[in-house]
């Protein structure tokens, strides 16, 4: 559960980057030091609609299948037992990107059943928007992250040159 934690917090931290880099391109379109992301915003293809997209597909992934509260974990490993594992990412490129679902089935479970169980929540999810709770919850894992970020100096440090690699100020 830790390294799933730490997997689906990493992920949600991506989205923040995507934002940082797209306001640092903003402020500064003569810095080179990203020559594809400037590209892509000079021609359109990249927009701060497209990476909170992005975002919100980070978030899905986390609403999916981040704890044993999750949509997928609470149906597929708690309740129906058909499954050992559950997890989903968001992998945003440039111009494109995939979204990850890993389901690691229990011994002799029909794959086709896993696929439909899977495709069924992520079709309640689509027809009803998240909860509430289920925000909150995503929220606070990502606070969480960024709060035991800081606990140790490395952290405070990465956290420091990161400010001051995008701001010019730490």
């Given at each position: 559960?830790?390294?799933?934690?730490?997997?689906?917090?990493?992920?949600?931290?991506?989205?923040?980057?995507?934002?940082?880099?797209?306001?640092?391109?903003?402020?500064?379109?003569?810095?080179?030091?990203?020559?594809?992301?400037?590209?892509?915003?000079?021609?359109?293809?990249?927009?701060?609609?497209?990476?909170?997209?992005?975002?919100?597909f980070c978030f899905l992934a986390?609403?999916?299948?981040?704890?044993?509260?999750?949509?997928?974990?609470?149906?597929?490993?708690?309740?129906?037992?058909?499954?050992?594992?559950?997890?989903?990412?968001?992998?945003?490129?440039?111009?494109?990107?995939?979204?990850?679902?890993?389901?690691?089935?229990?011994?002799?479970?029909?794959?086709?059943?896993?696929?439909?169980?899977?495709?069924?929540?992520?079709?309640?999810?689509?027809?009803?928007?998240?909860?509430?709770?289920?925000?909150?919850?995503?929220?606070?894992?990502?606070?969480?992250?960024?709060?035991?970020?800081?606990?140790?100096?490395?952290?405070?440090?990465?956290?420091?040159?990161?400010?001051?690699?995008?701001t010019g100020d730490p």
């Open positions: 559960p830790a390294f799933i934690g730490f997997i689906a917090s990493w992920l949600l931290h991506i989205g923040g980057v995507f934002i940082d880099n797209y306001q640092l391109l903003t402020r500064h379109p003569g810095n080179r030091e990203h020559p594809e992301l400037i590209a892509a915003i000079e021609k359109g293809t990249l927009s701060l609609a497209v990476l909170r997209a992005a975002i919100v986390a609403i999916l299948t981040d704890g044993k509260n999750s949509r997928l974990y609470k149906r597929m490993v708690y309740t129906e037992q058909v499954a050992q594992d559950v997890g989903a990412f968001n992998d945003s490129q440039l111009l494109s990107g995939d979204f990850y679902l890993r389901i690691t089935g229990k011994e002799k479970i029909d794959l086709s059943r896993l696929q439909r169980e899977a495709l069924e929540e992520i079709a309640k999810l689509a027809s009803a928007p998240p909860t509430d709770e289920e925000l909150q919850r995503v929220k606070s894992s990502i606070e969480t992250g960024v709060v035991s970020g800081l606990e140790t100096v490395l952290g405070k440090a990465e956290q420091l040159n990161h400010y001051l690699y995008y």
